[in-house]
């Protein structure tokens, strides 16, 4: 009997069992805190209610969107971990997401007209990051993991730079509705509907591909080299992720703008929970990251009332995540540093 | 068991760079311990990656099992070579028994999880090194000698015909460093083809069937050990003297510098 045990199938789905559960159980909790006043029974059976139309118009879309985006983000922040063996990666701090704000907000004001465009800039602006990111922060060869999160910020103070240059030149309506977004939140824009639907598929995608990854991405462990001796071909693997990573966090910046450390605190709670292998903390930190995002997104309205506005729920994770990350950074200084 | 290691004529040169190696052919072959020895500088790291498929040689030919080893897909070449490399930094807190239970990736296919049968080979392949005592602790709080051995059961783990092996004995007290002496030895009496990079010549001269001496990018000399460590090239190629104590087994004792230092070709 070994003191972590060794994972199964069926240790790896009772896992994912219990997270569906978490996932669906926050979902449940954000529809009657998002919205004490819903009554539930009225807003399933009668079609004329206003309670139907708040469900279905309003809270459905938000919650699976905050679903989406929370899954997306945990997943894409697990990966890139396990990619960079950084354990402070993250697509926000890595200047990932901050590339997707400037891509996405860049082709909406360029005026390609509608924001369906928005997730094909995202994933531009998020592509170009990681590629820029990595490419300053390898000394021959090799990533230097603090060079990458020094490059990062920086690469995020520029998007933020970028952004304001955007809206000083831009049409002021189409500045005001696009910074609403890259704010973040995951309200559903209902003259978009075909956005979530957008989102959804490239994260969907992205996560099939991580999924597949994840025996590749425990190899890695051991080093490029040791990892090729294994068969597989990190190059490749790196590749392959930065390309699905950027579809979907390119996607879901587009869409429900600047959510950041959802992908460094909850595969770092899943890791310390289950341990390193990516078979499980790829699909559990997707379940996890889902239910805390809706859980984050449904304790914003039920703030709403006593502060007279509803705060971005990116304000909800980033009060959570920043202090998490300082904490992980001064913790262990030296293995990040190696 | 029988798949064996070559290399023909191996020339190897970073872009823009004079010959790291410059003509080298060797054979690792089945059922024998192959130590590759020589000076720092004399090309034995790059050869290492060379032979290992990690640097693709700039002309000659490595073949593993008769077939080049640069056409091989990467998975059936990992069924059938083994590395050990340096003890890389670990971000994550990964045991020492999931790490060695890597080696069994390359038997898997598909998105098949390890079986009992694997997790008991890794066990076996604990014991191998004298660390299933560690399989449950977390790989950053190990010590450098405890890394390696954890890292060379991962490569017995891998259950392959060839084992590289760079410097195994680099962070290894004399005991265990004796040990895996004799389990390389073992390796090859079970008909796999193994090779190492070493320092210690004592540990060469007693533990392998050939000897490569590696000096200025080309093989100085091969052989039996006896015929390859005499005092004559351990001067030439090191610049030390040495000389052989009979016994069971005959040992190869350094005892000083020579007077006149290596002689540079």
Redesign the interface.
């Given at each position: 009997m070994?003191?972590?045990p060794?994972?199964?199938?069926r240790r790896?789905w009772l896992w994912l069992a219990a997270g569906a559960v978490f996932a669906v159980g926050a979902a449940v909790l954000a529809l009657f805190l998002g919205m004490p006043e819903l009554d539930l029974g009225t807003a399933l059976s009668d079609a004329s209610s206003w309670q139907y139309a708040a469900l279905h118009k309003l809270q459905l879309p938000r919650i699976s969107q905050g679903l989406v985006v929370g899954a997306t983000l945990a997943a894409s922040g697990a990966a890139l971990?396990?990619l960079l063996?950084?354990?402070l990666a993250d697509p926000f701090i890595l200047g990932v997401s901050g590339g997707a704000a400037l891509g996405s907000a860049a082709v909406t004001l360029v005026g390609f007209g509608t924001a369906l465009v928005a997730p094909l800039g995202g994933f531009l602006g998020a592509m170009g990051a990681l590629l820029v990111v990595t490419a300053l922060a390898t000394e021959a060869g090799r990533i230097a993991?603090l060079r990458m999160l020094l490059i990062g910020v920086v690469f995020n103070a520029l998007a933020g730079a970028g952004l304001m240059v955007l809206q000083a030149l831009a049409d002021p309506g189409a500045v005001q509705l696009t910074l609403m977004r890259l704010m973040g939140s995951v309200g559903a824009d209902p003259s978009e509907p075909l956005l979530l639907p957008i989102l959804t598929v490239a994260s969907g995608v992205g996560l099939v591909a991580m999924l597949l990854s994840a025996?590749g991405l425990?190899?890695l462990?051991?080093?490029d080299?040791?990892a090729?001796?294994?068969?597989?071909?990190p190059d490749r693997l790196r590749l392959v992720l930065f390309v699905v990573i950027s579809v979907a966090v390119g996607a879901t910046v587009a869409v429900t703008g600047l959510i950041g450390f959802v992908g460094l605190i909850v595969p770092h709670a899943v890791?310390l929970v289950v341990?390193?292998?990516h078979?499980l903390v790829l699909p559990l930190s997707a379940l996890v990251g889902a239910g805390f995002v809706v859980v984050a997104d449904a304790s914003v309205s039920a703030l709403a009332p006593a502060l007279g506005t509803e705060l971005p729920v990116g304000v909800v994770t980033a009060l959570v995540g920043g202090p998490l990350f300082l904490a992980l950074l001064r913790h262990r200084p030296t293995?990040?540093a190696? | 068991m029988s798949v064996g290691l070559a290399a023909r004529g191996v020339v190897f040169a970073y872009p823009g760079g004079r010959p790291v190696l410059d003509g080298v052919d060797l054979e690792v072959a089945p059922g024998r311990v192959t130590a590759l020895l020589g000076p720092n500088g004399a090309g034995k790291s790059t050869l290492f990656r060379v032979l290992a498929g990690l640097l693709a040689p700039s002309a000659g030919r490595v073949t593993l099992g008769g077939r080049a080893l640069g056409v091989i897909p990467a998975r059936e070449r990992a069924r059938q070579l083994a590395l050990v490399l340096d003890p890389p930094a670990l971000s994550f807190a990964w045991t020492a028994f999931e790490l060695v239970l890597m080696g069994r990736a390359p038997h898997l296919s598909g998105g098949r999880f390890e079986s009992a049968d694997d997790r008991a080979h890794a066990l076996r392949s604990l014991e191998a090194v004298d660390a299933a005592h560690l399989a449950d602790r977390v790989y950053p709080t190990l010590s450098a000698g405890e890394r390696q051995r954890v890292l060379i059961a991962r490569a017995l783990c891998q259950d392959t015909p060839v084992v590289l092996m760079d410097e195994p004995t680099s962070h290894l007290d004399p005991a265990h460093a004796l040990r895996l002496a004799g389990l390389l030895r073992e390796l090859a009496g079970q008909g796999r083809a193994v090779a190492c990079v070493l320092h210690d010549l004592a540990l060469a001269a007693r533990t392998a069937d050939e000897v490569v001496l590696l000096s200025g990018q080309r093989v100085f000399a091969a052989g039996p050990p006896r015929a390859v460590l005499t005092s004559d090239n351990l001067r030439a190629v090191y610049g030390v003297t040495a000389r052989w104590v009979d016994g069971d087994p005959a040992a190869l004792v350094v005892d000083g510098l020579a007077p006149a230092g290596p002689a540079r070709q």
């Amino acid at each position: 009997m070994r003191a972590r045990p060794a994972l199964t199938p069926r240790r790896l789905w009772l896992w994912l069992a219990a997270g569906a559960v978490f996932a669906v159980g926050a979902a449940v909790l954000a529809l009657f805190l998002g919205m004490p006043e819903l009554d539930l029974g009225t807003a399933l059976s009668d079609a004329s209610s206003w309670q139907y139309a708040a469900l279905h118009k309003l809270q459905l879309p938000r919650i699976s969107q905050g679903l989406v985006v929370g899954a997306t983000l945990a997943a894409s922040g697990a990966a890139l971990q396990g990619l960079l063996r950084n354990p402070l990666a993250d697509p926000f701090i890595l200047g990932v997401s901050g590339g997707a704000a400037l891509g996405s907000a860049a082709v909406t004001l360029v005026g390609f007209g509608t924001a369906l465009v928005a997730p094909l800039g995202g994933f531009l602006g998020a592509m170009g990051a990681l590629l820029v990111v990595t490419a300053l922060a390898t000394e021959a060869g090799r990533i230097a993991p603090l060079r990458m999160l020094l490059i990062g910020v920086v690469f995020n103070a520029l998007a933020g730079a970028g952004l304001m240059v955007l809206q000083a030149l831009a049409d002021p309506g189409a500045v005001q509705l696009t910074l609403m977004r890259l704010m973040g939140s995951v309200g559903a824009d209902p003259s978009e509907p075909l956005l979530l639907p957008i989102l959804t598929v490239a994260s969907g995608v992205g996560l099939v591909a991580m999924l597949l990854s994840a025996r590749g991405l425990n190899l890695l462990a051991l080093g490029d080299d040791t990892a090729r001796s294994l068969g597989v071909s990190p190059d490749r693997l790196r590749l392959v992720l930065f390309v699905v990573i950027s579809v979907a966090v390119g996607a879901t910046v587009a869409v429900t703008g600047l959510i950041g450390f959802v992908g460094l605190i909850v595969p770092h709670a899943v890791r310390l929970v289950v341990g390193p292998d990516h078979r499980l903390v790829l699909p559990l930190s997707a379940l996890v990251g889902a239910g805390f995002v809706v859980v984050a997104d449904a304790s914003v309205s039920a703030l709403a009332p006593a502060l007279g506005t509803e705060l971005p729920v990116g304000v909800v994770t980033a009060l959570v995540g920043g202090p998490l990350f300082l904490a992980l950074l001064r913790h262990r200084p030296t293995r990040v540093a190696e | 068991m029988s798949v064996g290691l070559a290399a023909r004529g191996v020339v190897f040169a970073y872009p823009g760079g004079r010959p790291v190696l410059d003509g080298v052919d060797l054979e690792v072959a089945p059922g024998r311990v192959t130590a590759l020895l020589g000076p720092n500088g004399a090309g034995k790291s790059t050869l290492f990656r060379v032979l290992a498929g990690l640097l693709a040689p700039s002309a000659g030919r490595v073949t593993l099992g008769g077939r080049a080893l640069g056409v091989i897909p990467a998975r059936e070449r990992a069924r059938q070579l083994a590395l050990v490399l340096d003890p890389p930094a670990l971000s994550f807190a990964w045991t020492a028994f999931e790490l060695v239970l890597m080696g069994r990736a390359p038997h898997l296919s598909g998105g098949r999880f390890e079986s009992a049968d694997d997790r008991a080979h890794a066990l076996r392949s604990l014991e191998a090194v004298d660390a299933a005592h560690l399989a449950d602790r977390v790989y950053p709080t190990l010590s450098a000698g405890e890394r390696q051995r954890v890292l060379i059961a991962r490569a017995l783990c891998q259950d392959t015909p060839v084992v590289l092996m760079d410097e195994p004995t680099s962070h290894l007290d004399p005991a265990h460093a004796l040990r895996l002496a004799g389990l390389l030895r073992e390796l090859a009496g079970q008909g796999r083809a193994v090779a190492c990079v070493l320092h210690d010549l004592a540990l060469a001269a007693r533990t392998a069937d050939e000897v490569v001496l590696l000096s200025g990018q080309r093989v100085f000399a091969a052989g039996p050990p006896r015929a390859v460590l005499t005092s004559d090239n351990l001067r030439a190629v090191y610049g030390v003297t040495a000389r052989w104590v009979d016994g069971d087994p005959a040992a190869l004792v350094v005892d000083g510098l020579a007077p006149a230092g290596p002689a540079r070709q």
